[in-house]
């Protein structure tokens, strides 16, 4: 079957607005208008505040996908339920090892063009409680808001680098050609390196803030 496209139209300005309007409804942020064309849904991402998220997140967790569970079509759209082990709690509390994640679109439709997990990958994620939804937990930002762990010192922000993060970037000239390569960029989407350490530091600075 050909694989098709569905992305999601929301504007910046209303970000904010429609993550603190789906606190506990299990319903991550979706669209406000959407655009069919051929091949797919084409639209804006959704963005990604890296305060914010330290404030609305129930959990930041170092996790590693372990396998799908279910594929999910419902009125807020298609998504795929995915178990994580819990590797490292960066802040909040949970006493499950194991827990289930959503992650927009599945098999047959695409988010952004967004690779689906797939097992073995580690993350840093900041998620929020569901309710309504199949899985423990969705991922505030969505694209925006995943951070895949290269290797022990590095992590890249998969979609739309922002300004907060470039004190604590890693030179792209020091980027090896392993590390890229097992990112499999091959949607050209803009990517930001990050140290991972200092990244922690900071969520432990601006949650100590708070």
Not at 36 to 49: K, S, Y
Not at 88 to 115: M, R
Not at 151 to 170: G, S, W
Not at 180 to 200: G, P, Y
């Amino acid at each position: 079957m050909r694989l098709r496209k569905l992305v999601y139209l929301i504007g910046s300005m209303m970000v904010l607005t429609a993550c603190n309007s789906n606190v506990g409804s299990g319903v991550s942020p979706k669209s406000a208008v959407s655009v069919e064309v051929p091949d797919g849904i084409q639209a804006e991402l959704i963005g990604f505040d890296f305060e914010d998220a330290t404030v609305e997140a129930d959990i930041i967790a170092e996790v590693t996908i372990k396998e799908k569970i279910e594929e999910v079509n419902d009125e807020t759209g298609p998504y795929t339920v995915f178990s994580v082990v819990v590797n490292q709690v960066l802040n909040g509390t949970i006493s499950e090892q194991e827990v289930t994640i959503k992650q927009e679109g599945d098999s047959e439709w695409t988010f952004n063009d967004n690779k689906m997990f797939e097992s073995g990958e580690k993350y840093i994620l900041f998620l929020k409680e569901t309710v309504a939804s199949k899985s423990d937990y969705w991922i505030i930002g969505e694209e925006t808001g995943m951070f895949k762990i290269i290797n022990d010192d590095t992590i890249v922000k998969l979609a739309a680098p922002i300004e907060e993060f470039k004190d604590i970037e890693i030179d792209g000239n020091n980027q090896s050609t392993s590390m890229m390569a097992e990112l499999d960029n091959d949607n050209e989407k803009s990517i930001q390196a990050i140290d991972l350490n200092k990244f922690i530091s900071k969520i432990n600075t601006n949650k100590g803030g708070n």
